[in-house]
């Protein structure tokens, strides 16, 4: 009979436990893939010091982000890219503010036979190939900057994102800024249409067609390149210098813009000017309504926006994002208080 | 099949419907009457899905059919930062590379199925045909991944330059070679759809009256005539369904193409180039599609799709009809 009211008396605390965690103040958003894995890192470790707060995050893409906090079916969106300002219209009563969370970079990844190493691209070079003008790999414009490396006389293959991503975003905005050609002929966008070369799905996609096709060239995310070991070029800043993209340039890109950052944060870092500045970084962003119709979840996330910008950014480097420069830091306090309740 | 059935058999092994239609007596049949209703609302509700689909699409598509109009379907523009949509390289790439993979496959699984029906000993016909099933539930993200990391880099290095070298004279066969194309995403097609067509195929055969078959042999006819003239006309509609099926699968097929297509909305005139399909462009630029004309251009995409199964089904079932000889159908 003990053991029997001892079972029905554990079994009443495991119940109460388990109603406890589904009491937990649930917050739903959805967004952007690229940052998912610090997403997830965040929101457990929140969750784990905040129990009464749970975060069901679903990583369907930035468009898929933008849709739905339109249409108002998630607390919070993410995005690899700011919202336009046709897209802030259509947002109709809902003001939605941004706030910059972590940095990413892209790198241009290559396959070339007989030769490895670090390339060094200049601007010309990069947008050159990417618009298919320079077709071979001993064109001068490569070879010049690369004179210790013996390139050969082969043609190029460019391999770009198939699926549309925040990456092709980035990758595209730069090539937009240092080339007056790629902006007036392809623009920027997610997916666009790409003047040469084969598509692949996801950076998986492109890098597998890059190891697999000879004289080949690709871009993917910086995380995703050195997680897989894989060895990228170097690019040239807008100051000249020919810059190895690292968590440290990264982050060196936000700052050197920090200056002129727009009270929205809707703000490109592409091809910034600072003389050890990354040239095609970006920002990814949450999407947060300026006035939250529920109050217990309106200061769940203020909390959590504080909490990600003080203690959040030292979880950044172990998962390979760059963390946020001091100054955005600041910017993003101040921003927090516009949120209204 | 009820068709030939009634053709090649005396009258009194009829279909049993056709049976119970002449002797309409039990009284108290509310079984047959709850049972033919209930199967009636069973057909009725694919039809209704069917209609269901259609509309949505139509529905939720009408800002490109207004932008664009018809010439949607014969442009060969994809911009999406400009949003000038034309879906010309999609139902180019859908089409080709279906029928390539029927071409490569409508052989190859029939004569499997030949050969499993008729010669290979009952062992290892049924042996063969449990792994054929299993190739059917293969994922086709695993088949894509085989694609790219096995048939891609054969295709680039001997087979592509094979082609090139014997053939390039013609426009079909021109380089470069970059691995990955129209031909490869047939490839990989054919060996998916194989399943299908050998399945079905190999039940037809066997469902063949040995009657048949006999009174060929007794005529004298070898392996090879009972084939071409007993069994094969027996089972024409029987494969022409697998060969359906298998072009639906063909036409809508998504992962395994998209990885090894690559992904270029352009029509070429080789085989060797890389092309793209509507399957393809919807699984690769629905997420980040953001601005309304986009994502509706993409439902109309797999409106268009929608249409084209739906024409591509119509257009072999009248082939179907008129391969028919007179006497044999009604």
């Known amino acids: 009979m003990k053991k029997l009211f001892a079972a029905i008396v554990s079994v009443g605390m495991l119940a109460t436990g388990s109603l406890a965690w589904a009491d937990a103040l649930l917050i739903n958003g959805a967004g952007a893939t690229f940052p998912y894995p610090i997403y997830s890192k965040w929101f457990d470790v929140y969750h784990t010091n905040h129990p009464d707060i749970q975060f069901n995050y679903q990583s369907i893409g930035s468009g898929g982000g933008i849709r739905q906090i339109t249409a108002k079916t998630v607390d919070f969106g993410a995005s690899d890219g700011p919202m336009s300002d046709a897209q802030l219209q259509t947002a109709e009563g809902w003001t939605i503010l941004h706030f910059p969370t972590v940095l990413g970079g892209v790198v241009p990844i290559y396959n070339i036979e007989g030769a490895s190493g670090k390339l060094n691209f200049t601007q010309r070079a990069i947008s050159d190939i990417f618009l298919g003008k320079i077709t071979k790999w001993n064109d001068p414009e490569i070879q010049g900057s690369n004179p210790d490396m013996k390139l050969p006389d082969a043609a190029i293959v460019v391999v770009h994102r198939s699926d549309g991503s925040g990456t092709s975003y980035c990758w595209t905005d730069f090539l937009s800024k240092i080339s007056k050609d790629w902006s007036s002929k392809v623009g920027k966008g997610t997916a666009v249409n790409w003047p040469v070369g084969l598509g692949g799905k996801g950076n998986e996609g492109v890098a597998g067609l890059v190891k697999q096709t000879p004289n080949s060239i690709g871009y993917v995310e910086l995380i995703y390149a050195s997680h897989n070991s894989i060895d990228y070029g170097r690019l040239q800043n807008k100051a000249g210098k020919f810059v190895n993209c690292t968590l440290a340039s990264v982050t060196e890109a936000a700052s050197s813009v920090a200056d002129h950052m727009p009270a929205d944060f809707r703000v490109s870092i592409t091809n910034p000017p600072g003389a050890d500045a990354y040239p095609a970084s970006t920002f990814t962003w949450l999407l947060i309504y300026k006035t939250q119709t529920d109050k217990a979840k309106g200061q769940a996330l203020v909390d959590f926006l504080k909490w990600m910008l003080i203690e959040g950014q030292k979880y950044t480097t172990d998962l390979g994002y760059a963390p946020l420069p001091p100054q955005v830091i600041e910017m993003e306090k101040n921003a927090i208080e516009k949120i209204k309740l | ?330």
């Open chain 2, 1 to 330: 099949m009820a068709e030939t059935l009634t053709a090649a058999q005396p009258a009194s092994s009829r279909p049993p419907h056709l049976i119970k239609s002449q002797s309409k007596g039990n009284p108290f049949g509310w079984g047959d009457l709850i049972f033919e209703n209930l199967t009636l609302l069973f057909a009725l509700s694919i039809l209704g899905i069917a209609c269901a689909i259609a509309w949505q699409l139509f529905k939720n598509s009408t800002l490109p059919r207004h932008a664009f109009g018809w010439s949607f379907l014969t442009r060969q523009m994809w911009d999406p930062v400009a949003e000038d949509f034309g879906a010309l390289p999609f139902i180019f790439g859908t089409l080709v590379s279906s029928v390539l993979a029927l071409m490569m496959a409508i052989p190859l699984g029939v004569g499997v199925a030949i050969f499993l029906s008729e010669l290979a000993p009952r062992k290892v016909s049924s042996t063969c045909a449990f792994l054929i099933e299993l190739l059917a539930a293969i994922p086709s993200v695993v088949y894509g991944l085989i694609g790219v990391f096995v048939l891609v880099p054969l295709m680039r290095v001997y087979v592509q330059p094979f082609l090139m070298k014997t053939l390039g004279f013609l426009p079909l066969f021109r380089g470069p070679a970059y691995g990955v194309g129209m031909l490869t995403a047939a490839v990989i097609l054919a060996i998916m759809i194989v399943p299908f067509i050998t399945t079905i195929s190999r039940e037809i055969f066997l469902s063949v009256p040995i009657s048949l078959k006999e009174a060929a042999m007794a005529l004298g006819a070898t392996h090879w005539e009972v084939v071409r003239l007993a069994v094969l006309p027996y089972s024409r509609s029987g494969i022409a369904g697998s060969v359906f099926l298998a072009l639906g699968r063909a036409l809508g097929e998504t992962m395994a193409v998209t990885m090894v297509i690559g992904n270029r909305p352009e029509v070429a005139a080789s085989l060797l180039a890389p092309g793209y399909t509507m399957a393809a462009v919807l699984a690769n630029e629905f997420t980040e599609a953001t601005s309304d004309l986009y994502v509706q251009t993409l439902i109309e995409i797999g409106l268009v799709l929608f249409a084209i199964t739906i024409i591509v089904n119509a257009i072999g079932r009248l082939i179907l009809y008129k391969m028919t000889p007179q006497g044999e159908a009604h």
